[in-house]
Nanobody, 123 residues
Framework: QVQLVESGGGLVQAGGSLRLSCAASGSIFSINAMGWYRQAPGKQRELVAAITSGGSTNYGDSVKGRFTISRDNAKNTVYLQMNSLKPEDTAAYYC?????????????????WGQGTQVTVSS
């Protein structure tokens, strides 16, 4: 099994910054893409940012230029630096990882989600 544990959420004023972390642990052979999604009340879950094992990144249009995703492959950890936060960034933020696990001579890929961390931006 694999666990994703997020940290770093909280309450911040508009214009402020937060840094989210997500550490993966368990029976991990390696991790392909890692990413952050968010879901506000009454809205669908949306991509915030994603990063491949090679460091290629992809951002949602609403966060481009304000958020930066990075990862430490040695620690199986992904980070999300959020700057210039806006009230519309308020949501539960979820970590996501495509994990490769070694079975009996077979490597299989599974998708895992963290439990979510709340980010609230006050105006």
């Amino acid at each position: 099994q694999v666990q994703l544990v997020e940290s770093g959420g909280g309450l911040v004023q508009a214009g402020g910054s937060l840094r989210l972390s997500c550490a993966a642990s368990g029976s991990i052979f390696s991790i392909n893409a890692m990413g952050w999604y968010r879901q506000a009340p009454g809205k669908q879950r949306e991509l915030v940012a994603a990063i491949t094992s090679g460091g290629s990144t992809n951002y949602g249009d609403s966060v481009k230029g304000r958020f930066t995703i990075s990862r430490d492959n040695a620690k199986n950890t992904v980070y999300l630096q959020m700057n210039s936060l806006k009230p519309e960034d308020t949501a539960a933020y979820y970590c996501n990882a495509d994990v490769l696990m070694l079975g009996t001579g077979v490597i299989s890929e599974y998708e895992y989600w963290g439990q979510g961390t709340q980010v609230t931006v006050s105006s």
